[in-house]
Antibody, heavy 114, light 107 residues
């Protein structure tokens, strides 16, 4: 079955960087667009970014444009989110989500705090 | 950007009740809307896609309706396992947007 496993979360100081990964299995990864979505503690969901099946097209939410970069390695069935210049308001659980069917991973927690 | 307004933000109900949750889009989105259930500490689970299609494996007490700007999720005969947070998601254009969520708890 479709499985998406996020990793790379943790505690990071404001202004620093972090890279999240999302390992996919159970489907043909290279055939699907993939999204990143986050959820701050006790808050709603926020869409962050999407990358096309082949990595040629990327779109971002205004809140992360210029700071976050989405990428993928179809040879490794893995999605990435490079997060730079992190702020306390970036504290959230980050989910990767398969496009079209909107299947979700379990998420990884990022805490931005000094 | 299209905004999604979801109501109510919370509701209390008894087992066996019929529950209705509404999402309104700031402009027409056709039927490009899904409904999701989320339990504490868990990833969201899709219940309804394309506004009214039931996801495989989801009980038939869940149903969705609407198109354009007004959408409804109905849970007929609420069960104990249905106490959770529900939210809508439009994917008509970028950026996709979520409703604020509706927490359903015990009355």
């Amino acid at each position: 079955q479709v499985q998406l496993v996020e990793s790379g979360g943790g505690v990071v100081q404001p202004g620093r960087s972090l890279r999240l990964s999302c390992a996919a299995s159970g489907f043909t990864f290279r055939a699907y667009a993939i999204h990143w979505v986050r959820q701050a503690p006790g808050k709603g969901l926020e869409w962050l970014a999407v990358i096309s099946f082949d990595g040629t097209e990327k779109k971002y939410a205004d809140s992360v444009k210029g700071r976050f970069t989405i990428s993928r390695d179809n040879s490794k069935d893995t999605l990435y989110l490079q997060m730079n210049s992190l702020r306390p308001e970036d504290t959230a659980v980050y989910y990767c989500v398969r496009g079209s069917s909107w299947d979700w991973g379990q998420g990884t927690l990022v805490t931005v705090s000094s | 950007d299209i905004q999604m307004t979801q109501s109510p933000s919370s509701l209390s109900a008894f087992v066996g009740d019929r529950v209705t949750i509404t999402c309104r889009a700031s402009q027409g989105i056709g039927n490009d809307l899904g409904w999701y259930q989320q339990k504490p500490g868990k990833a969201p689970k899709r219940l309804i896609y394309l506004a009214s299609s039931l996801q495989s494996g989801v009980p038939s007490r869940f149903s969705g309706s609407g198109s354009g700007t007004e959408f409804t999720l109905t849970i007929n005969s609420l069960q104990p396992e249905d106490f959770a947070t529900y939210f809508c998601l439009h994917h008509n254009t970028y950026p996709p947007a979520f409703g604020q969520g509706t927490k359903v708890d015990f009355k």
